[in-house]
């Protein structure tokens, strides 16, 4: 199997690789910083997997759609979009260069790498692609406007991909995770509910993949509750919010 995995040099690109490492697969890494990436496919090819790496930043979409013109050179069998960045949590109104930031890497990144592959997959009649977005997509908090936005936006361009190519035979999926042990999270200056170890993230986002789960958000106790908040009348759902915010201490 051929797997593209964006954001491939920390975090949980890194950890997916090295999960999908072995010789029955071929994995394409893409992700910013080069040495890191190269010290993932090392180690990726240490499990026997053949890896090609591709430096690049997914904000220089120009780069990205070239990217994906060349990817299609060869079968695409699942590529898992998961480069993503976060500006944290704040109260204060978020600087449009942040805000601007967040949905070119975390949104409009996406379709520059998609534009060519999106063919190449129907032509092909399979295919998996796969978003990681986020459990903060479903109800937004006033510290993460910005990020939750993103992920909002990147489910909704998910969903109308899953309509627009299951016809064609082609999976799409949209992976929700709460809070996982990873470079990102280590940021947040706040309790994390329910944080899970990177193993047991990777073990559930893998699991919904090999599944072929068209959403899937985990982990489920922290989705149900955010679901059952969602549903509250407003007025309710405005003092959860306002609590659970003033115990991040924003």
């Given at each position: 199997?051929?797997?593209?995995?964006?954001g491939?040099s920390?975090?949980?690109g890194?950890?997916?690789?090295?999960?999908?490492?072995s010789?029955?697969?071929t994995?394409?890494?893409?992700?910013?910083?080069?040495?890191r990436?190269?010290?993932?496919?090392?180690?990726?090819?240490?499990?026997?997997?053949?890896v090609?790496?591709?430096?690049?930043?997914?904000?220089?979409?120009?780069?990205?759609?070239?990217i994906?013109?060349?990817?299609?050179?060869?079968t695409?069998?699942?590529?898992?979009?998961?480069?993503g960045?976060?500006?944290?949590?704040?109260?204060?109104?978020?600087?449009?260069e942040?805000?601007?930031?967040?949905f070119?890497?975390?949104?409009?990144s996406?379709h520059?790498?998609?534009?060519?592959?999106?063919?190449?997959?129907?032509?092909q009649?399979?295919?998996?692609?796969?978003?990681?977005?986020s459990?903060?997509?479903?109800?937004?908090?006033?510290?993460?406007?910005?990020?939750?936005?993103?992920?909002?936006?990147?489910?909704a361009y998910?969903?109308?991909?899953?309509?627009?190519l299951?016809?064609?035979?082609?999976?799409?999926m949209?992976?929700?995770?709460g809070?996982?042990?990873?470079?990102?999270?280590q940021?947040?200056?706040?309790?994390?509910?329910?944080?899970?170890?990177?193993?047991?993230?990777?073990?559930?986002i893998?699991h919904?993949?090999?599944?072929?789960?068209?959403?899937?958000?985990?982990?489920?106790r922290?989705?149900?509750?955010?679901?059952?908040?969602?549903?509250?009348?407003?007025?309710?759902?405005?003092?959860?919010?306002h609590?659970?915010n003033?115990?991040?201490?924003?």
């Amino acid at each position: 199997m051929r797997i593209v995995i964006t954001g491939a040099s920390s975090g949980l690109g890194e950890a997916l690789a090295l999960h999908y490492a072995s010789k029955e697969n071929t994995l394409v890494l893409i992700a910013r910083r080069e040495d890191r990436l190269a010290d993932v496919a090392d180690r990726c090819r240490e499990r026997g997997a053949e890896v090609e790496i591709l430096v690049a930043d997914v904000n220089n979409f120009k780069q990205m759609g070239e990217i994906g013109g060349r990817l299609c050179e060869k079968t695409i069998d699942r590529i898992i979009l998961n480069a993503g960045i976060s500006v944290g949590h704040s109260g204060g109104v978020t600087p449009f260069e942040d805000f601007h930031r967040l949905f070119q890497t975390n949104f409009l990144s996406v379709h520059a790498l998609l534009e060519p592959i999106i063919p190449k997959v129907i032509a092909q009649g399979h295919g998996e692609i796969v978003f990681i977005s986020s459990l903060a997509s479903i109800l937004t908090m006033p510290t993460s406007i910005a990020y939750s936005s993103s992920k909002r936006a990147l489910n909704a361009y998910a969903e109308g991909l899953h309509h627009q190519l299951k016809p064609h035979g082609i999976n799409v999926m949209t992976i929700m995770p709460g809070f996982i042990d990873s470079e990102m999270t280590q940021k947040n200056r706040f309790k994390m509910p329910f944080l899970m170890k990177t193993e047991e993230g990777i073990a559930r986002i893998t699991h919904a993949i090999e599944r072929k789960k068209i959403r899937y958000a985990f982990p489920f106790r922290f989705y149900l509750m955010i679901r059952i908040v969602s549903l509250f009348p407003q007025s309710l759902r405005d003092k959860i919010v306002h609590f659970t915010n003033f115990k991040k201490g924003a």
